[in-house]
């Protein structure tokens, strides 16, 4: 069996919808057991016991969220050169742009050596008042639907051992 950790940040739903419809998609395999994960609730240990990780997060201010920082500041070190080729794929959820989460998270996987396999997935909620940006996220289902493939293709490869 082989497991896939989804860790993720949201502050008004976007992210979260985004990490349970990828999780759902890889639930679909059943030859991997996903854990679904706040950032505030793992650490080294979770990502060295995973096989392949998702990483999702809001875009704030151009950025990764801090919460999803503050798991990468507690565990680069501890499993620096213990995760080298393992798979990874990154989703952020953004109001216009997002580009600065997807390259910040892609730099630090980097560092680990994690082998990207697919392309950032950005969603964009177009959110541009304060009222709207702080108002719930209800996500629109093709762009879950996308979350869900990118899901449904990590834990495929995983149980094919093709990664
Ligand atoms: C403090 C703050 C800063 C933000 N900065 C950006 C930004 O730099 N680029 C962007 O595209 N969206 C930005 N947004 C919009 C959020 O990315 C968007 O609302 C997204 O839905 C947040 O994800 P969540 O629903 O999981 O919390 C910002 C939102 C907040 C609250």
């Not at 704030?60 to 501890?78: E, I, N, T, V």
Request: net charge negative; proline share 5%.
């Amino acid at each position: 069996m082989k497991t896939l950790l989804v860790v993720f940040h949201s502050q008004t739903g976007g992210a979260a919808a985004m990490a349970e419809a990828a999780a759902r998609g890889a639930g679909d395999e059943p030859l991997v057991t996903v854990r679904l994960c706040h950032a505030d609730s793992v650490g080294p240990a979770d990502l060295l016991a995973a096989d392949a990780y998702l990483f999702v997060t809001p875009e704030y201010l151009g950025a990764m969220a801090g919460r999803l920082k503050d798991f990468f500041d507690r565990s680069y070190y501890p499993v620096l050169d213990r995760l080298n080729g393992r798979p990874y794929a990154v989703l952020v959820c953004a109001g216009s742009d997002g580009q600065g989460a997807a390259r910040q998270v892609m730099r630090i996987a980097t560092g680990w050596r994690l082998k990207a396999v697919a392309e950032p997935l950005i969603v964009c909620t177009r959110a541009q008042t304060p009222e709207a940006i702080l108002a719930p996220k209800i996500l629109a289902a093709d762009d879950l639907d996308r979350c869900a493939e990118v899901g449904a293709a990590l834990a495929a490869g995983l149980a094919l051992g093709i990664y």
